[in-house]
Each structure stands twice: as structure tokens, then as C-alpha cells.
């Protein structure tokens, strides 16, 4: 690629052979993962290609990144798997002396969603809360590793043969505390709230980034509002299915709003939003931890650990449910992936 996308730009790839003829009777096949920037591709590809899933849902692809071996690690996974590709570019990393050769940038940094299927309206979802500002110089992050843009989330609907389903992938800022967070989230729901008459089955996979837990509570960055010792004990994927995914929309109360939000501070626009239409996890928010980071693992004990990773699903029947890279040789991240039929459809 000679010009690199800027931050909030699409780029849309169709680099199938031929379309997909699969049975409607088959399960759907939608898997998350957040790469790590594609440190260890030809791996990630390989995994990718024994699990043969119909929808990819991925969060940090690089594309001419120095740390990276200077790879479009997006199209290099849609090329070779011949997957339909859409690509949201949400960083121009910046090339500096002042970065480690781990993250040295040079390109820019994204999230995507590759299918079998075919893809139509990709969209941006912009967040109205931003607790990094990265055009900011003097952050001390940004000083670390100095970059232009801010996070967004990427829609698009996937035409599967079971019926269209409007899929999110998204990933949430991990440089602040669980609210600012579910902020963000909130924009993701009222997106899929305002959509679900034309789509009414929906699929937000991401890395929410719910990492407060153990000695993240002690960062500065990880974890930095009020919910750092109010929550202690929990880790914040417990958190967020008690008070966002347990606080459901209710056809007797049409105005409800999220009264812990509320109560924690939040905008009453984010309370009303941060109402679940529907969204289901199958996978449990205290065992099923998608991150393990071996250099804060001492003497048996495992201090920075957590369900970082969802599938959220609205409207679907869920058949089978998967973990890998246990291992973590591929990525700092597991792999979820789950088997499930759109609600309603007979086999």
C-alpha cells in the first residue's frame, strides 16, 4: 500500500475467490482476537486457518510499522485466507527516537473485520469520551509513544446466509478507569439500539479492555477513577455484567436508565444509553481469562490477569464455544470463537 488510511478511514478489500456457498443450515463461525500488532503473523495465520471461522473479528492490525517488520498485517491474513476485508484505521503511529523497537511505529493501527460473507455499510463509530488525548505532547504517554488520532469502533453488516447480522469490532481505551470505559461501550449500544429495527441481529466482539484487576489497580493509567477500591475483590468483567449487561431494557419502563451509572457520576445520556437491548456473553467473566502476562507472574501467583476480550451477541442461539493460544506464543491475547445460528433460524 502506497498511501497509508488516516485516522477514521475505511478501507474496504474483497480478497475472496468467489463468493461463499455455505449451507444456511450450518452454524456461523465468529471468532475475536486481538493480534498484538501482528508481532508473530505466519502464526496467527496458520492458527487462523485451522479454525476456519466465517467471521474474523480483529483489534490491533498494523500497516507499515517498524515493530511489525513493516507488514499490512490485515491484508497479509484476508490475502491468504481469502477473506472479505474492512479495515478502520484509528492511529498514525509516529515514527520516534524515544520509542523501544517494540512499539516503534512508522505506519498506522487499526481494528478490522474479514468474512467469508459479503460486507456492506462500514461505519465509524465515534466516541464522545476520549480520557487520552494523543494530540497532546506533553502526555506522558504520548511522549512514550507519540501518535495522531483516538479510538473508534467499527459496524458493518455481514450478509450471511442465515440473514444479515450488524457486527461491531471494537477496542476500548486501556489507559483509564472502568467508567471511562463504559462510556465508550455506551456508544456502541446506542448505535446498535438505533439500528436493530433494520438489523435485528447484532454482534459486538472486541477487547473492552476490562482489566482492573490485581496490580492493575496500582497504575496510574490501568486503572484510575473511584471504581479502583470500590470494586476491589472483583475483577471488572464481573463488574460490567452485574451492573451493564444485568441492567436490561424493559418494555414496562421504556425510559430506564442505568441507576449504578448514575450513581457512579456518569453523563445522563451515557446512563440512558448504558442499558442492555439484549446482548448476551457465553463465556464466564471470572474463569475464562483472555489475558495472563507472564512478567507479572511470581511465585505461582498470576497479578495481572482478566477477561479483557467479549462476545456479545443479541438475537442468536449460541451451539459451541472455543478458547486457544493458551499459551499466549501468538499473541498477549486468547482467541474466542463460538459457533451460534441467528435466533429463529429452523434446522
Same mark, same amino acid.
Given at each position: 500500500?502506497?498511501?497509508?488510511?488516516?485516522?477514521?478511514?475505511?478501507?474496504?478489500?474483497?480478497?475472496?475467490?468467489?463468493?461463499?456457498?455455505?449451507?444456511?443450515?450450518?452454524?456461523?463461525?465468529?471468532?475475536?482476537?486481538?493480534?498484538?500488532?501482528?508481532?508473530?503473523?505466519?502464526?496467527?495465520i496458520e492458527?487462523?486457518?485451522?479454525?476456519?471461522?466465517?467471521?474474523?473479528?480483529?483489534?490491533?492490525?498494523?500497516?507499515?510499522?517498524?515493530r511489525s517488520?513493516?507488514?499490512?498485517?490485515?491484508?497479509?491474513?484476508?490475502?491468504?485466507?481469502?477473506?472479505?476485508?474492512?479495515?478502520?484505521?484509528?492511529?498514525?503511529?509516529?515514527?520516534?527516537?524515544?520509542?523501544?523497537?517494540?512499539?516503534?511505529?512508522?505506519?498506522?493501527?487499526?481494528?478490522a473485520i474479514?468474512?467469508?460473507?459479503?460486507?456492506?455499510?462500514?461505519?465509524?463509530?465515534?466516541?464522545?469520551?476520549?480520557?487520552?488525548?494523543?494530540?497532546?505532547?506533553?502526555?506522558?504517554?504520548?511522549?512514550?509513544?507519540?501518535?495522531?488520532?483516538?479510538?473508534?469502533?467499527?459496524?458493518?453488516?455481514?450478509?450471511?446466509?442465515?440473514?444479515?447480522?450488524?457486527?461491531?469490532?471494537?477496542?476500548?481505551?486501556?489507559?483509564?478507569?472502568?467508567?471511562?470505559?463504559?462510556?465508550?461501550?455506551?456508544?456502541?449500544?446506542?448505535?446498535?439500539?438505533?439500528?436493530?429495527?433494520?438489523?435485528?441481529?447484532?454482534?459486538?466482539?472486541?477487547?473492552?479492555?476490562?482489566?482492573?484487576?490485581?496490580?492493575?489497580?496500582?497504575?496510574?493509567?490501568?486503572?484510575?477513577?473511584?471504581?479502583?477500591?470500590?470494586?476491589?475483590?472483583?475483577?471488572?468483567?464481573? %463488574?460490567?455484567?452485574?451492573? &451493564?449487561?444485568?441492567?436490561? =431494557? #424493559?418494555?414496562?419502563?421504556?425510559? !430506564?436508565?442505568? /441507576?449504578?451509572?448514575?450513581?457512579?457520576?456518569?453523563?445522563?445520556? %451515557?446512563?440512558?444509553?448504558? &442499558?442492555?437491548?439484549?446482548? =448476551? #456473553?457465553?463465556?464466564?467473566?471470572? !474463569?475464562?481469562? /483472555?489475558?495472563?502476562?507472564?512478567?507479572?507472574?511470581?511465585?505461582?501467583?498470576?497479578?495481572?490477569?482478566?477477561?479483557?476480550?467479549?462476545?456479545?451477541?443479541?438475537?442468536?442461539?449460541?451451539?459451541?464455544?472455543?478458547?486457544?493460544?493458551?499459551?499466549?506464543?501468538?499473541?498477549?491475547?486468547?482467541?474466542?470463537?463460538?459457533?451460534?445460528?441467528?435466533?429463529?433460524?429452523?434446522?
Amino acid at each position: 500500500m502506497n498511501k497509508l488510511p488516516r485516522p477514521a478511514e475505511i478501507i474496504h478489500t474483497d480478497c475472496r475467490s468467489q463468493k461463499s456457498t455455505l449451507d444456511p443450515s450450518r452454524p456461523i463461525k465468529m471468532l475475536q482476537w486481538n493480534i498484538e500488532r501482528g508481532y508473530k503473523l505466519d502464526a496467527i495465520i496458520e492458527e487462523l486457518r485451522s479454525l476456519d471461522a466465517d467471521v474474523l473479528a480483529l483489534q490491533e492490525l498494523d500497516i507499515g510499522c517498524e515493530r511489525s517488520n513493516n507488514e499490512d498485517t490485515g491484508m497479509r491474513i484476508a490475502e491468504a485466507l481469502g477473506l472479505n476485508y474492512v479495515f478502520l484505521c484509528e492511529f498514525e503511529e509516529l515514527y520516534s527516537p524515544l520509542r523501544d523497537a517494540s512499539s516503534q511505529g512508522g505506519g498506522v493501527h487499526g481494528n478490522a473485520i474479514l468474512s467469508k460473507f459479503d460486507i456492506s455499510e462500514p461505519s465509524v463509530i465515534e466516541h464522545n469520551a476520549h480520557p487520552i488525548d494523543w494530540e497532546n505532547p506533553k502526555h506522558p504517554l504520548a511522549v512514550k509513544e507519540p501518535r495522531h488520532g483516538r479510538r473508534l469502533t467499527l459496524a458493518a453488516t455481514l450478509h450471511t446466509p442465515q440473514g444479515p447480522v450488524l457486527l461491531y469490532t471494537a477496542h476500548l481505551e486501556c489507559f483509564c478507569g472502568m467508567l471511562s470505559r463504559m462510556q465508550q461501550f455506551s456508544d456502541i449500544l446506542s448505535h446498535a439500539r438505533q439500528h436493530a429495527a433494520r438489523v435485528p441481529h447484532q454482534a459486538i466482539l472486541g477487547d473492552l479492555n476490562t482489566l482492573a484487576n490485581g496490580v492493575a489497580r496500582l497504575s496510574p493509567y490501568y486503572c484510575n477513577d473511584q471504581m479502583r477500591w470500590w470494586t476491589l475483590g472483583w475483577f471488572e468483567a464481573e %463488574v460490567w455484567d452485574q451492573v &451493564v449487561l444485568r441492567c436490561r =431494557e #424493559d418494555a414496562n419502563h421504556p425510559k !430506564k436508565i442505568n /441507576t449504578w451509572a448514575a450513581a457512579a457520576g456518569l453523563p445522563e445520556q %451515557v446512563c440512558q444509553n448504558l &442499558v442492555n437491548p439484549g446482548f =448476551e #456473553d457465553p463465556f464466564d467473566v471470572r !474463569k475464562d481469562v /483472555t489475558i495472563d502476562l507472564p512478567k507479572y507472574r511470581f511465585l505461582g501467583f498470576h497479578l495481572m490477569t482478566g477477561k479483557l476480550d467479549w462476545v456479545l451477541l443479541r438475537r442468536f442461539e449460541v451451539l459451541k464455544k472455543l478458547m486457544g493460544n493458551d499459551k499466549y506464543d501468538k499473541s498477549d491475547h486468547k482467541w474466542l470463537l463460538v459457533e451460534a445460528n441467528l435466533e429463529g433460524i429452523k434446522n
